[in-house]
Nanobody, 121 residues
Framework: QVQLVESGGGLVQPGGSLRLSCAVS????????VNWYRQVPGEQREFLAA???????NYAASVRDRFGIYIDNAEKTGSLRMNNLFPEDTAVYFC???????????????WGQGIQVTVSS
């Protein structure tokens, strides 16, 4: 059974940095893509960044110059490096990982449980 475990969130001061990780547990063949979203209570979930195992990336305009998204297939981990954080980056952050369980199967996607990031002095 595939599960995602997020880590790395917490409280950070404005201008600070955090690195969120999304670890895949369970047997998989590879990570096909990783996406990160965030959500503020009462608002829709917001897309932040995407990366494929082939190296293609896509970022929301609001984070393009501050966030970096990575995949480590050897460690079965996706991560989001966040720099120069603002109070408005405060939200619950979710990873969404697309995996292939073996070479003969279609890709499947899974969601992390969400992790709180609070930017405040």
């Amino acid at each position: 059974q595939v599960q995602l475990v997020e880590s790395g969130g917490g409280l950070v001061q404005p201008g600070g940095s955090l690195r969120l990780s999304c670890a895949v547990s369970g047997k998989i063949y590879n990570i096909v893509a990783v996406n990160w979203y965030r959500q503020v209570p009462g608002e829709q979930r917001e897309f932040l960044a995407a990366r494929t195992s082939g190296g293609g990336t896509n970022y929301a305009a609001s984070v393009r110059d501050r966030f970096g998204i990575y995949i480590d297939n050897a460690e079965k981990t996706g991560s989001l490096r966040m720099n120069n954080l603002f109070p408005e980056d405060t939200a619950v952050y979710f990873c969404n990982v697309v995996v292939r369980k073996n070479t003969g199967r279609a890709a499947e996607d899974y969601w992390g449980q969400g992790i709180q990031v609070t930017v405040s002095s």
